[in-house]
């Protein structure tokens, strides 16, 4: 029998896209680590993004009830579906996590993937608004955005993402992981996160989508002093300065000094001076 040569051989593997960001696992121990991590139980349902060739979903499959994923590559569809496909609580949705309809997942659910890291910011958010439906999400990420997830205020890695994550989840930073458990390698170092949703945000504002806008605007030149980046974002100078000053925050401080209930004390500030000015 003649052996096949390698072109066959890497035919038959299919070549990563990288534009998708696919740096598949291939360290058994790390994804036992993530499924420990994750603490499922027998019937739980489980939504994964991206499960590429499937290494973590086999894992899940073992360990949980209902496996939920969904995978943008057609042919990585395709070739779960041969190696997954008759697994009586596999689920495989073709399509795109960010424009995915959540709801059609059974909740509560648990969020455990490996994510594909180009788009793991918009995802984020995306999965954070749909907390209410998650137990428990278990992230392999890019080791940078681990870091921002877990900010404290006054540093760089602090801003709008460290905010909202903190703000709706208990953030746990779990492990580091080696760009030599990937192939082909990233070029960047990855982490484990587990966000807990928490029963109600950690802070109570009037209205959460204001108080994002003020984060946001903060955040939207971070160089800069607090009230010339929030002036810069559209709200006026003498209101937003009376609430800095009504919230005990010195105008001159940055965005990324503030703590999570000094934006919470701004923004219900700013909204209150806003309301009176109707
Ligand atoms: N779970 C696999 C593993 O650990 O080996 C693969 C992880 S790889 C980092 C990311 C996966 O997400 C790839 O399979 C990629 O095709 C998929 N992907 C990329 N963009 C996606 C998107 N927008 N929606 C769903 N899946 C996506």
Redesign the pocket.
């Known amino acids: 029998m003649t052996r096949p040569g390698p072109r066959a051989r890497v035919a038959s593997t299919q070549i990563a896209?990288k534009s998708?960001?696919?740096?598949?696992?291939i360290d058994k121990n790390i994804v036992h680590k993530i499924v420990r991590l994750a603490e499922l139980q027998p019937g739980e349902t489980v939504l994964e993004?991206?499960?590429?060739?499937g290494?973590?979903t086999e894992a899940l499959l073992d360990s949980s009830g209902l496996v939920v994923a969904?995978?943008?590559?057609a042919a990585?569809c395709a070739r779960l579906r041969t190696t997954l496909g008759g697994r009586s609580n596999f689920r495989l949705i073709e399509g795109?996590?960010?424009a995915f309809e959540y709801a059609q997942v059974p909740s509560p659910f648990l969020v455990v993937?490996?994510?594909?890291y180009y788009?793991s910011t918009p995802l984020l958010f995306r999965l954070l608004e749909e907390r209410q439906r998650i137990d428990r999400l278990v992230l392999m990420l890019q080791e940078e955005v681990v870091a921002r997830l877990a900010a404290a205020p006054g540093g760089k890695d602090y801003g709008a993402l460290s905010i909202a994550a903190q703000f709706y989840c208990e953030v746990r930073r779990a492990f580091r992981v080696s760009p030599t458990c990937f192939r082909p390698k990233p070029r960047v170092g990855s982490a484990v996160v587990v966000l807990t949703p928490l029963a109600k945000p950690r802070v109570s504002v009037t209205d959460e989508a204001f108080f994002f806008r003020v984060v946001r605007a903060g955040f939207a030149h971070r160089r800069k002093a607090l009230l010339n980046s929030l002036r810069d974002e559209g709200f006026e100078g003498a209101p937003t300065a009376a609430a800095l000053e009504r919230a005990g925050i010195d105008p001159r401080r940055r965005a990324e000094t503030l703590r999570l209930e000094e934006f919470a004390t701004l923004a219900d500030g700013l909204l209150s001076l806003n309301q009176k000015k109707r």
């Open positions: 896209r998708l960001g696919q740096h598949f696992l993004i991206g499960p590429g060739r290494i973590l969904v995978e943008l590559d990585l795109d996590a960010l993937a490996n994510l594909p788009v």
